[in-house]
């Protein structure tokens, strides 16, 4: 009796009734009678995001010119106060993290800064997994110093497919390695990489080493300072819920503080030496040194209140609920949809990220059936299924009806009314 308990709808409400990060779903504006689990690529909008950006409008309204230096926010500081209140979710000394860019061209300058090649390190490793943009800039940056990708890209690939093997990333990491690049979380599967290990490997080797947290920050905590990564970049739009287009983050540790960035502008300067208007750049000498170029406002303001969730909420507390909401998910997915050919990457809490992957090789019309259903999920190619419950504003009760929507659509073969390819935004 106790086991068929689990498995009802009703304890999927006692879960919400315990779940002490309840009261934030208010703060966000929910899509009418539809459950989003999209949140991984594109988090929701919530209330004081959409008033901060109104407190930037308004200060512009007010303010003109004179917002650069003035009011509650002024704009000229605007990018490094945003990442030092960033910078708990990472686990940096707030000088280390700055707010600009976005996540692929971030990764243009952090590899202009950090590949350094010599006689016999010239390689840059990553990861035949990786989100496709990583690699196309790596590629450019090889490219760049006139190295043939095909030579001095190495890619640490999958036994499966689907995760990766830390040992094998560490063997990956031979005398003629000059730079690693590896995502915290990977995009399809939701492993969870060992940063701290891979990071002490790298540098016993003497091997400079960067992550993708795009798809880790604001879900999971970091100790990026404490692990000594080098250096770290990221997109604001998913589980910070800054907005479509929002403006990325970096992380540099401090240790590499004082050198000149490798792509340079006008914002790479340090503020006293900024407006002299020399020819000669002086870098900051902090995480600031690796702007380019003015900080774009209105697509930075929503982090200014989505920050503050974070905050109060606390980033252990959210990956707690976070954990448990995925736990429910696959509890449920073996119990109810075992019949219908799925395959689920089971990942144990400690190496999962904040999403769920179940394979289908109908996955592209199951995700629009989906979706006629009021449940928002994402597609990936050739076969995927990704579904993120997100912990501020996602409930166990959604869960469960995901679930068993899910389950309706397998069993009545409502899918076949859909074509089985992707839209043009999967």
């Not at 000394?93 to 350094?116: D, P």
């Not at 905590?221 to 692990?227: A, D, G, K, N, V």
């Not at 503020?271 to 600031?288: C, I, R, W």
């Not at 982090?303 to 909420?313: K, T």
Request: with cysteine; proline share 4%; aromatic share 10%.
């Amino acid at each position: 009796m106790e086991k068929e308990h689990i498995f009802s709808l009703e304890y999927a409400r006692s879960l919400d009734d315990q779940d002490q990060l309840k009261a934030y779903r208010q703060e966000f504006y929910i899509p009418t009678n539809k459950i989003y689990f999209d949140g991984n690529s594109l988090g929701l909008l919530s209330k004081r995001a959409e008033k901060s950006v109104a407190i930037v409008m308004e200060a512009w309204k007010q303010l003109a010119i004179d917002g650069w230096t003035e009011g509650e926010h002024p704009w000229y500081y605007f990018s490094e106060a945003l990442g030092e209140k960033m910078a708990p979710l990472v686990g940096a000394e707030s000088t280390e993290v700055i707010v600009t860019g976005s996540t692929t061209v971030n990764l243009h300058q952090l590899v202009a800064s950090f590949y350094k090649p010599s006689k016999t390190r010239t390689k840059i490793v990553a990861d035949e997994l990786n989100f496709p943009s990583d690699i196309y800039a790596l590629q450019s940056q090889l490219q760049l110093k006139r190295y043939d990708h095909t030579d001095h890209l190495i890619y640490v690939t999958s036994k499966d497919g689907s995760t990766l093997d830390e040992a094998d990333i560490i063997e990956a990491m031979t005398d003629d390695v000059a730079l690693i690049v590896l995502p915290s979380v990977l995009y399809r599967s939701g492993q969870l990489l060992d940063i701290q290990r891979l990071t002490a490997a790298a540098h016993e080797r003497d091997i400079k080493i960067g992550f993708d947290l795009c798809h880790s920050i604001g879900a999971i905590p970091h100790e990026l300072h404490e692990w000594g990564v080098d250096f770290a970049f990221w997109c604001n739009y998913k589980h910070l819920n800054a907005g479509p287009g929002s403006v990325a983050g970096i992380f540099v540790h401090e240790r590499h503080f004082g050198q000149a960035p490798g792509l340079a502008g006008w914002f790479s300067s340090t503020k006293e030496k900024q407006f002299d208007m020399e020819h000669h750049l002086t870098p900051a000498v902090d995480a600031g040194a690796y702007q380019i170029g003015t900080p774009h406002l209105l697509s930075s303001a929503p982090l200014l209140g989505s920050l503050e969730l974070f905050q109060e909420a606390g980033i252990d507390q959210i990956r707690n609920k976070s954990l448990q909401l995925t736990d429910y998910l696959l509890l449920l997915v073996k119990q109810e949809l075992q019949a219908y050919s799925f395959t689920v990457d089971v990942l144990p809490a400690e190496r999962r990220g904040a999403h769920i992957l179940l394979n289908h090789k109908e996955a592209a019309r199951i995700c629009k059936a989906l979706k006629a259903g009021n449940v928002i999920p994402d597609f990936r190619s050739p076969n995927s299924i990704r579904l993120a419950p997100v912990a501020l504003y996602n409930t166990f009760t959604e869960v469960y009806e995901t679930v068993h929507k899910l389950k309706k659509i397998m069993e009545e073969k409502t899918y076949k009314t859909f074509p089985n390819e992707r839209g043009v935004v999967a």
